[in-house]
């Protein structure tokens, strides 16, 4: 960010989009996989963030996938 107004606008919608997007990612498969074994969170994940075109590293899939298996956010 730095340039005009209208290319700061766009910057910042960009990474609006790409937020909702990783939201979707998370809401879909906790909708669907919540407490369900590890290994078929971590797939759903992954197949998730590629349909929605969100990049995510293995470190955070893991993670992620780890905290949608265990049932809870706390």
């Known amino acids: ?3 005009t107004p209208s290319d700061d606008k766009t910057d910042v919608l960009h990474v609006v989009e790409q937020a909702m997007r990783i939201r979707m990612v998370w809401e879909e498969v906790c909708t669907s996989h919540w407490a369900r074994p ?3 969170v971590l797939e759903a994940l992954t197949v ?6 969100v990049p995510i590293d293995p470190s955070f899939t893991k993670r992620a996938a780890l905290e949608i298996h265990a ?3 706390e």
Do not use: I, L, T, V
């Open 48 to 53: 998730a963030a590629h349909r929605w075109d």
């Open 71 to 73: 049932g809870s956010w």
């Open 1 to 3: 960010m730095g340039g």
């Open 38 to 40: 590890f290994d078929e």
